[in-house]
């Protein structure tokens, strides 16, 4: 099964449509797939619901999404570095489903393993256990959270192999593992692809099982989200 598409626009080909719920892996710019974004923009799909840690910044990243008004819905749990992101929120004009952090990994990786739910102590008594089951284990009251499995999953990593086993580059090794497993359809970026084999197994961080379509790109922006330049004299 051949996995590698020549392009971005054409891994996503056929599988990308209105109402979709996506998940996009990274956090805030550090190992988002910057190629798979720019394609999904260029489809014109419209009406998602996108899973992430994080809407990007304003014009990069799912931030783009966000200013051709494609994203009806957002499921994440840091929102602060968009301003676009906070304008169309408080205005009524973007759906968000804020999720505590760990909250939001748990339920992508839940789905990956075929858990339909799960019960944690975070957010019992805020509004983020409002209208859901809350059950008590042990004198302690848990907060039931279900899963998450997106249609789509796009994913960044640093290398694969020509089956799809990953490996992920540090800290962009953050929600893209999890993003990954929890995708029905999983589309990865990379900066390398290598033969079968070439891989030393143990140092694979996902297997290729979860991955469907492959697209190389050798040279991304990966822009800094904020820069700190400290003056010396």
Not at 94 to 118: C, D, M, S, V, Y
Not at 160 to 180: E, M, Q, Y
């Given at each position: 099964m051949n996995k590698i598409y020549p392009s971005a626009a054409a891994?996503?080909?056929?599988?990308?449509?209105?109402?979709?719920?996506?998940?996009?892996?990274?956090?805030?710019?550090?190992?988002?797939?910057?190629?798979?974004?720019?394609?999904?923009?260029?489809?014109?799909?419209?009406?998602l619901t996108v899973i992430s840690n994080n809407a990007g910044v304003d014009g990069f990243g799912l931030g783009k999404l966000l200013t051709t008004r494609q994203i009806k819905k957002m499921i994440s749990s840091y929102v602060g570095e968009n301003k676009e992101f906070e304008r169309q929120y408080l205005?009524?004009?973007?759906?968000?489903?804020?999720?505590?952090?760990?909250?939001?990994?748990?339920?992508?990786?839940?789905?990956?393993?075929?858990?339909?739910?799960?019960f944690t102590k975070t957010g019992v008594g805020t509004i983020v256990a409002d209208g859901k089951e809350i059950r008590e284990f042990d004198g302690h009251k848990y907060v039931m959270?279900?899963?998450?499995?997106?249609?789509?999953?796009?994913?960044?990593?640093?290398?694969?192999?020509?089956?799809?086993?990953?490996?992920?580059?540090?800290?962009?090794?953050?929600?893209?593992?999890?993003?990954?497993?929890?995708?029905?359809?999983?589309v990865v970026e990379v900066e390398k692809i290598v033969e079968i084999g070439e891989l030393d197994p143990d140092q694979i961080h996902l297997p290729g099982i979860f991955v469907h379509r492959i697209v190389l790109n050798t040279t991304p922006e990966k822009r800094i989200e904020q820069r700190t330049i400290r003056k010396t004299i």
């Open positions: 891994a996503l080909d056929g599988i990308v449509r209105d109402g979709q719920l996506l998940a996009v892996g990274g956090f805030g710019l550090c190992g988002i797939p910057e190629a798979l974004i720019d394609a999904l923009q260029a489809t014109g799909v419209k009406d205005s009524g004009e973007l759906e968000l489903e804020f999720t505590p952090q760990g909250t939001l990994a748990e339920k992508l990786r839940a789905g990956g393993a075929g858990i339909p739910a799960f959270e279900r899963a998450l499995t997106p249609e789509v999953s796009l994913v960044k990593a640093h290398i694969a192999d020509k089956s799809g086993n990953l490996i992920f580059n540090k800290t962009a090794r953050n929600f893209n593992p999890n993003v990954a497993q929890a995708g029905k359809l999983t």
